[in-house]
């Protein structure tokens, strides 16, 4: 049991990692720290915003953002469904991790889509807000949500994890895109976490279904 949840390690580090990264292409110099007292405690999103404006971005940086919020989004949704409907303390684990890498990824990547004054997509409190998003690789379709949704143990056990492999495949493919053509260094970063941590978990998750 416990060897299975070591797996997620890389992930963890990989999250660590580019948190660091990211507070630091927030932060400003030395004086700045020294002078800025209570202040330092800013928020995810305004430190991000204040990042955008230190470092170029491209088309691409957008495209990437405005496509992995909904993205990371659906993740989210899918996750929260585990605390009651899950039967294995591995796939609640796993959703909790999930929950809190990337509801602060969200977070971090509408605070560029402000500073860069572009759209960060809108909310919604159903599934209308992917609709017109499966084609992209790896978003779920409102059939697939509510299967999960009506599913309960060990049925909903592995179809989350079914589904969450074939999500962050498409996340992975996302970020690679991100890391080939981007050119805002946060969001490369970013990216390069996305794909490690996502790798990990894609590992783990088809260790518990006994793939290989």
Known sequence: MNSKIGRIRPAQIAVAAVAALLLAACGGGGDDKASSGANSAATPSASASRGASESAHNAQDVTFAQGMIPHHRQAVEMAALAADRASSAQVKALAGRIQQAQDPEIETM??????????????????????????????????????????????????????MIEHHEGAIEMAETEKAKGSYAPALALSDAIVTAQQAEIAEMKGFLGKK
């Open 110 to 163: 509408s605070g560029w889509l402000k500073a860069w004054g572009e759209d960060v997509p809108a909310e919604k409190a159903d599934h209308s807000e992917h609709a017109g998003m499966t084609g992209m690789a790896g978003m779920m379709d409102d059939a697939a949500m509510k299967e999960l949704e009506s599913a309960s143990g060990a049925k909903f056990d592995t179809r989350f994890m079914e589904m």
